[in-house]
Nanobody
Framework: VQLQASGGGLVQAGNSLGLSCVAS????????MGWFRQTPGNEREFVAGIHWSTSTVFYGDSMKGRVLISRGNAATLGYLSMNSLKPEDTAVYFC??????????????????WGQGTQVTVSS
């Protein structure tokens, strides 16, 4: 499966932004989908994840309460809705999926397929 995250851009602090993750190829058997972010020189950070069959969601501490992950329809695999954005939310945001049930959904190492990422810049 190939993934592509989109919807990033430049927003002012306090505003909202929605990201989409489109998948091409077979998505049958997905165990979970996650959103991560990364800034230069730092490790990729977990933002949100969803267990595919139960729709149980998980959120990282950095954006908890300000972000919502959801599954999409056939055209779009999933979404990440972000509100009350802060300058420290500036990062490249990635969507990822995993087919394995091993490991925590919050762990970046457990995801097998990654999109190229979309830049989110929050101005103060």
């Amino acid at each position: 499966v190939q993934l592509q995250a989109s919807g990033g851009g430049l927003v002012q602090a306090g505003n909202s932004l929605g990201l989409s993750c489109v998948a091409s190829g077979s998505t049958f058997g997905i165990y979970g989908m996650g959103w991560f972010r990364q800034t230069p020189g730092n490790e990729r950070e977990f933002v949100a994840g969803i267990h595919w069959s139960t729709s149980t969601v998980f959120y990282g501490d950095s954006m908890k309460g300000r972000v919502l992950i959801s599954r999409g329809n056939a055209a779009t695999l999933g979404y990440l809705s972000m509100n009350s954005l802060k300058p420290e939310d500036t990062a490249v945001y990635f969507c990822a999926v995993r087919y394995s049930a091993r490991g925590e959904l919050t762990s970046v190492q457990t995801y097998e397929y990654w999109g190229q990422g979309t830049q989110v810049t929050v101005s103060s």
